[in-house]
């Protein structure tokens, strides 16, 4: 009885999980944010998710890098009203 019970509980499908994060940005980030308290005192950790996200899911590596790379584009212009 337990057994089928833990069978049960081991083969739940994600699919609604997932879904619901893509489909609230609120509810990915707070989950990013937990996810990185776990990992925030073993450094390797960070890495180590950075590369599964890079080998599984290639289309939400491919929305942090460009996230990446706005945000650095944004510190190093300068503003509009910069005197030039």
Same mark, same amino acid.
């Given at each position: 009885m337990k057994t089928e019970?833990?069978?049960?509980? &081991?083969?739940? *499908? @994600? /699919?609604?999980?997932?879904?619901?994060?893509?489909?609230?940005?609120?509810?990915?980030?707070?989950?990013?944010?937990?996810?990185? &308290?776990?990992? *925030? @005192? /073993?450094?390797k950790s960070v890495k180590k998710i950075a590369l599964f996200i890079k080998e599984n899911s290639r289309n939400l590596y491919n929305e942090i890098s460009e996230l990446s790379k706005s945000s650095q584009n944004k510190g190093n212009t300068s503003s509009c009203c910069g005197g030039h």
């Open positions: 019970a833990l069978q049960k509980k &081991e083969s739940i *499908n @994600f /699919e609604q999980f997932y879904q619901t994060l893509e489909d609230d940005p609120t509810l990915l980030e707070e989950s990013i944010e937990i996810l990185l &308290e776990m990992v *925030n @005192f /073993e450094k």
